[in-house]
């Protein structure tokens, strides 16, 4: 968390700049949508998870959890100011804001508070994707309806859901990005990293599970399922073919029960300071994925005192950490940000081949953005 007298100024300059960013906010052009992401000339990708923005109504909305000291000048805009530092400091090639983007009950409007809590992201034209938690509907707007004011945004490759499973499938916001390898590489027209992002959903409309945690359906585990066979064959097909599958990642916000299996003792990285907040019913999607393979991790929010990573029969089980200051922490624990990157195996002819390692780390909102649990995630077996 920063010091006060860095908030102060920032104070002075984000009411302003939200509110020019808002003004601004347009449909998205289609070409946008169909946007391709790609590695970079330096043979990264690299993602910055925001979990649990719990964004309200913006410097009237008042922080929970931080210290005395820094209570009075404490708002929405603390929020606001940590997503445009570290946007400044990671230079991220996606963000992917993994739920909890409001915290609907405290919402007055919906459009404006989603507008805002976007707006760093949108002001800094940095493709961006967003899932939903179990708090974002509980304002004016239904999950659907968030779901279509989302995808109106600019810079934003969400969707509504996905077209080819549209008619079928739970929930909204499911989506697939593929990243393709390095520009004037020979894998630049084949995804070499799969991105996956579900609705987890919010509550359980089952009547003997009422105010129990919602988890993700057969439909979307069938989903999944077919668009990573359907990636794996695109994979292995001419042009270039390649071996195995590409590794992907998936972003939701509820965990799955699996994420019980760890503690701070146990977790390669990172600490657990309370109860997975997950369904009590086993959906089996854990199982899904290892049986898929191609999935090296999971990254959920919901739990924001948890910031862990934990690997369970090869998959990583990861928290984003609170990120927000409108919603639950711990005072003087500093809200924090995740970040992976995913390198690319250099070959011997100065091109870039397909992907070599997955790393992370977390950015706190301290004084001076300091990274903590440095890890690796994956590495491909040596060819």
């Avoid at 239904?142 to 509504?160: A, D, G």
């Avoid at 739970?170 to 004037?184: C, M, R, S």
């Avoid at 711990?330 to 250099?346: M, T």
Wanted: overall charge positive; glycine content about 8%; charged content about 20%.
């Amino acid at each position: 968390m920063a010091d006060n007298k860095t908030k102060t100024s920032l104070f002075d300059f984000f009411p302003l700049s939200v509110f020019l960013v808002c003004l601004c906010l347009a449909p998205v052009p289609a070409s946008a949508q169909g946007r391709k992401l790609s590695f970079g000339v330096n043979g990264q990708f690299k993602i910055l998870q925001v979990a649990d923005m719990h964004y309200a109504n913006g410097g009237t909305t008042r922080c929970q959890n931080v210290l005395p000291s820094q209570m009075a000048h404490c708002s929405d805009l603390n929020t606001t100011a940590f997503m445009s530092r570290v946007i400044a400091a990671e230079k991220p090639d996606l963000i992917v804001f993994t739920g909890d983007n409001i915290f609907g009950s405290n919402v007055k409007d919906a459009v404006k508070s989603m507008n805002a809590a976007f707006a760093p992201a949108i002001a800094a034209k940095i493709p961006w994707v967003a899932v939903l938690g179990n708090h974002d509907q509980e304002s004016t707007l239904s999950r659907q309806e968030l779901m279509k004011h989302i995808v109106k945004l600019p810079n934003t490759l969400s969707k509504v859901n996905p077209p080819e499973a549209a008619h079928y499938i739970d929930g909204f916001g499911n989506n697939n990005l593929q990243i393709h390898g390095a520009v004037e590489s020979s894998l630049h027209n084949k995804s070499v990293l799969n991105l996956y992002f579900l609705d987890s959903g919010d509550y359980s409309s089952i009547t003997s599970l009422s105010k129990k945690y919602d988890w993700i359906k057969t439909s979307q585990q069938f989903w999944f399922d077919q668009t990573s066979k359907r990636l794996q064959k695109e994979y292995n097909k001419e042009p270039n073919p390649q071996q195995g599958t590409a590794p992907g990642l998936a972003y939701f916000h509820i965990p799955f029960p699996e994420f019980w299996s760890f503690d701070s003792k146990n977790a390669s990285k990172g600490v657990r300071q309370e109860e997975t907040g997950s369904a009590t019913t086993n959906s089996g999607f854990f199982t899904t994925l290892v049986d898929r393979g191609d999935v090296k991790s999971v990254f959920v929010g919901h739990d924001h005192l948890n910031d862990f990573c934990g690997e369970l029969k090869g998959l990583n089980l990861c928290y984003g950490g609170g990120f927000g200051y409108h919603a639950y922490g711990k005072a003087g624990w500093e809200r924090r940000a995740r970040v992976v990157v995913a390198d690319l195996n250099k070959k011997g002819t100065g091109s870039w081949g397909d992907v070599k390692s997955i790393r992370t780390w977390k950015r706190l909102d301290d004084q001076h953005l300091s990274v903590i649990d440095e890890q690796v995630l994956w590495t491909s077996s040596p060819k």
